[in-house]
């Protein structure tokens, strides 16, 4: 008898760095992501409209590797992620993943962020700069799921490639890639400080 595991979901994790300058960047980095939380006025605007608890540039400010050198180092290391990733993932390009997007996200304590896709894109991820004690995991789900019916219930040790749904702890520094069909959410921020990442997506 032969039991096959087919079509798996691919989630990329990695330090952003390596060495003294993985710590420098990051600082360097939440820096940059709590002065612009300070100066953009419009992202703070569609934040407080929109419902987002703390401060978001998504819909404000396209250009973040232009306006800050620190933006501009992250870009260039995430370009090696991505393209890693992309090789994982057997994807037959004519050239590397192109960063498509990349937004602050400074969530306060009790704020949460549901369930959603990143449309018009292949690869999307998240950096994690601060990540207080109580700070919300990345909650990801199986795409399967709106298909399964009348699939029982899991046995309390079922290994985590089986659950519906998965939680990834972040940690500062590391960056964490999905394909950007796969829906996640990040669940309330259960810390008494902000935590602080950048999401992005390439194409």
Not at 10 to 26: F, H, M, N
Not at 49 to 78: C, E, I, V
Not at 114 to 127: A, M, Y
Not at 143 to 172: H, I, K, N, Q, W
Request: proline share 8%; net charge negative; glycine share 6%.
């Amino acid at each position: 008898m032969t039991t096959r595991a087919l079509f798996p979901t691919l989630i990329y994790e990695s330090p952003l760095a390596d060495g003294p300058r993985a710590d420098v960047l990051c600082d360097e980095l939440e820096a940059a992501c709590l002065d612009l939380a300070e100066q953009d006025g419009a992202g703070l605007e569609w934040s407080e409209t929109h419902g987002y608890a703390g401060y978001t540039s998504y819909a404000s400010l396209d250009d973040l590797p232009l306006r800050h050198p620190a933006f501009g180092d992250l870009k260039r290391r995430l370009d090696h992620h991505a393209a890693a990733f992309a090789r994982d993932l057997d994807f037959d390009l004519d050239r590397k993943p192109r960063l498509d997007s990349l937004w602050v996200n400074i969530l306060e304590p009790g704020g949460a962020h549901s369930g959603h896709i990143h449309p018009h894109s292949i690869i999307s991820g998240t950096v994690y700069l601060a990540v207080p004690d109580g700070a919300a995991a990345l909650k990801i789900e199986d795409p399967r799921l709106a298909s399964m019916m009348a699939r029982p219930t899991l046995l309390p040790g079922a290994s985590e490639d089986r659950r519906p749904f998965v939680y990834l702890t972040p940690t500062p520094g590391k960056v964490i890639m999905w394909e950007s069909w796969l829906r996640h959410e990040v669940p309330v921020n259960r810390a008494d400080d902000v935590r602080i990442s950048v999401s992005f997506n390439y194409r």
